[in-house]
Nanobody, 119 residues
Framework: QVQLVESGGGLVQPGGSLRLSCAASGFTFSIYAMSWYRQAPGKERELVATITSTHSTNYADSVKGRFTISRDNSKNTVSLQMNSLKPEDTAVYYC?????????????WGQGTQVTVSS
């Protein structure tokens, strides 16, 4: 059974930091690209950061220089270190696993964790 379980969300003041973690199980974690998405109220879900199976990373322009994505294949975890948080970072953050196959993409989602940036 595939599971992606996020943790680490919460309430933080502007300028603060949070570290999100996602624990994966039920699939071959190391070969999947792992991403963090977020969805704010009334907005579409957007891609925040991706780390590939070869550890290449990409970030949304809005978080470059503030967020860092990393993975630990020995523990089947992916993390998102978020620094210098802004109120506009407030959203539900989702962990995503994606693998491109000859028959099409295969992907899984976590249940999400709430991040609220407010004074």
């Amino acid at each position: 059974q595939v599971q992606l379980v996020e943790s680490g969300g919460g309430l933080v003041q502007p300028g603060g930091s949070l570290r999100l973690s996602c624990a994966a199980s039920g699939f071959t974690f190391s070969i999947y690209a792992m991403s963090w998405y977020r969805q704010a109220p009334g907005k579409e879900r957007e891609l925040v950061a991706t780390i590939t199976s070869t550890h290449s990373t990409n970030y949304a322009d809005s978080v470059k220089g503030r967020f860092t994505i990393s993975r630990d294949n020995s523990k089947n975890t992916v993390s998102l270190q978020m620094n210098s948080l802004k109120p506009e970072d407030t959203a539900v953050y989702y962990c995503n696993a994606r693998l491109t196959t000859v028959t099409g993409p295969r992907q899984y989602w976590g249940q999400g964790t709430q991040v609220t940036v407010s004074s």
